[in-house]
């Protein structure tokens, strides 16, 4: 049974940080392009960042840039979002997509930037 679990998600003051964290099973997770990708209410869902099956290489969005950084361990089968200096347009929930041959999506987590 495949599974995404996203963690991590808030109530964050504009400038803090979070990190979230996607816990996968079911599938063989170091083959698996990871991403994360958020939706704002009325908006649509936007990549945020990606990761390749090594780690080796990452691309993030323009709005993300220097803020964001994804990270994986493939021995947890696990993908990460540090999220820093965070923005209250960054206020969206947050999920993870792990993509091969087939596509999975976990079930998002919260993410909420007010003062």
């Known amino acids: 049974q495949v599974q995404l679990v996203e963690s991590g998600g808030g109530l964050v003051q504009p400038g803090g940080s979070l990190r979230l964290s996607c816990a996968a099973s079911?599938?063989?997770?170091?083959?698996?392009?990871m991403s994360w990708y958020r939706q704002a209410p009325g908006k649509e869902r936007e990549l945020v960042a990606t990761i390749g099956t090594g780690g080796t290489w990452t691309t993030d969005a323009d709005s993300v840039k220097g803020r964001f950084t994804i990270s994986r361990n493939n021995i947890r089968n696990t993908v990460y979002l540090q999220m820093n200096n965070l923005k209250p347009e960054d206020t969206a929930v947050y999920y993870c997509?792990?993509?091969?041959?087939?596509?999975?999506w976990g079930q998002g987590t919260q993410v909420t930037v007010s003062s």
């Open positions: 997509r792990a993509s091969d041959r087939s596509t999975y």
């Open positions: 079911g599938f063989t997770f170091s083959r698996y392009v």
